[in-house]
């Protein structure tokens, strides 16, 4: 009979539960077969694309075990496997050459010496996410505090598996984020070229033309300014566009054409502007709205 002492839950609650995956795996079977002498011990995770039962870590078995298993077909999901995945409670074989089986493992077990089996469920919340295996060299009922400390152990395994679950998701989620980042950044600098470039076609334009924001002059080009015979053009950006317009009555005139049940996207017009001489000049408009 195994001796469950506190230092054996002791090992197995200190074990450091951050880094890679199946190495942490490989330390709590390791923990579990030397505190439970066991002849050896498997872990399966249930895939969370495929749902399908794979195994994942090993203890006490030949190197090439699990690549054994998939290779002559041993069907992991079979009893007690199954079982457990579906009840989600933990099942035992004192002795696997008398209960009912699947020959495939009746075979494995007299090729390993495997005689004892007990399977403990590893959750999430009440979902299954893989199962802890131990196996004995000789027929064994397991006692209640063997199967405590084991529910222990699967409780580790479970929290190794949700942790590389969440940095999993984390890490593609960073990813994604970084892709989205640099495509805004390549957009964004897509924009700032074809926005330079327009502004440079306009600001060379023979033609005046200007940016108006809440009726206030926020760009212009040089030809637009030298049509009101402005050389600083500082002096009227920012300011409303009245300064423009020979008279207030002219300014409201066409704040109407502009504002006023407006439906067209351009708007063209004839409007008596004022240069910075105070000469006023008919000029022919057009505004895109």
Request: some cysteine.
């Amino acid at each position: 009979m195994t001796t469950i002492t506190p230092q054996s839950l002791l090992n197995i609650a200190e074990i450091d539960l951050r880094g890679d995956r199946n190495p942490l795996l490989n330390d709590i079977l390791t923990v579990v077969g030397r505190e439970m002498r066991a002849h050896s011990g498997t872990i399966m995770l249930v895939n969370e694309v495929t749902g399908e039962l794979e195994m994942v870590a090993t203890f006490g078995l030949p190197d090439d075990y699990i690549e054994k298993v998939y290779r002559e077909g041993v069907p992991i999901t079979t009893s007690p496997s199954g079982v457990v995945l579906e009840t989600g409670r933990y099942y035992q074989v004192p002795n696997i050459f008398e209960a009912p089986s699947d020959k495939p493992w009746l075979d494995i077990g007299r090729e390993l010496g495997i005689s004892a089996q007990i399977v403990m469920p590893m959750k999430r919340k009440d979902e299954v996410i893989g199962l802890l295996n131990v196996y004995m060299a000789n027929p064994h009922e397991f006692t209640e505090s063997e199967i405590a400390f084991l529910t222990i152990a699967a409780s580790q395994a479970a929290a190794v598996i949700e942790n590389a679950r969440l940095y999993t998701r984390i890490a593609n989620k960073n990813v994604e984020l970084e892709y989205e980042i640099n495509e805004r950044k390549r957009v964004e600098a897509a924009l700032r070229e074809k926005k330079e470039v327009l502004s440079n076609i306009l600001a060379g334009s023979a033609v005046g033309i200007g940016v108006v924001e809440d009726r206030k002059l926020s760009w212009t080009n040089e030809s637009m300014m030298n049509m009101f015979g402005v050389e600083n053009k500082e002096e009227y950006i920012g300011q409303s566009t009245k300064i423009l317009y020979a008279s207030e009555e002219e300014y409201e005139r066409v704040g109407q054409i502009l504002y006023k049940n407006r439906t067209d996207k351009v708007v063209q017009f004839d409007a008596q502007l004022k240069r910075k001489d105070s000469r006023t000049k008919s000029v022919f408009c057009k505004d895109r709205g």
